[in-house]
């Protein structure tokens, strides 16, 4: 009886115990996605960021890669116009008017990262960000171009600070 009795007080404490502190990263990773998702509908509304579905009312459900003999899946966050970007980006109308000349539509992935204030002050650049990132992206970046629907392999990644709810970009 000792050895089974034993047995269980290792297991028992070795299991996972709930703990007030599980809820804070459901919620920071909630709210995460929550801020990504509403950063690329404004995207998709302000006709910068193409859709693959018909409906285009839920940035959840576009661009879902699926390599079944890989045995890996994503979803890219954008896919965005990075010309007109540029264009809608223009200080005054003359400047948008002037670039807005038959500029050919530069599709590129834009992936989108939040963040707590911490690691926004050091991500200042991409090489700073984790080699699972740079691997998803350039995962994205390869297939979206294999399926027609970026031009380049190229893109960048928005970082956004859920604290103080700033971004940047590294291209």
């Known amino acids: 009886g000792d050895i089974e009795e034993m047995k269980r007080a290792l297991i ?3 299991l996972p115990v709930p703990g007030t502190k599980d809820y804070t990263g459901k919620l920071f990773t909630e709210v995460g996605k929550l801020i990504e998702d509403i950063y690329v ?3 998709v509304k302000s006709g910068i960021a193409k859709c693959t579905s018909e409906a285009c009312d839920d940035p959840k459900e576009q661009h879902s890669l699926r390599l079944l003999d890989l045995g890996v899946s994503g979803r890219i966050d954008a896919i965005v116009d990075f010309n007109k970007a540029i264009e809608l980006g223009a200080k005054t109308v003359k400047e948008r008017a002037k670039d807005a000349h ?3 539509a530069l599709w590129v992935v834009n992936e989108v990262k939040s963040t707590g204030s911490e690691k926004y002050k050091y991500w200042t650049e991409f090489e700073k960000l984790s ?6 992206f350039s995962f994205y970046c390869h297939f979206a171009h294999l399926q027609g629907l970026i031009n380049k392999r190229e893109g960048f990644f928005t970082i956004i600070n859920r604290d103080r709810m700033e971004h940047r970009t590294l291209w």
């Open 12 to 14: 028992s404490f070795w």
């Open 41 to 43: 509908s404004q995207l």
């Open 102 to 104: 038959d500029t050919p």
């Open 131 to 136: 080699i699972d990132y740079l691997s998803q």
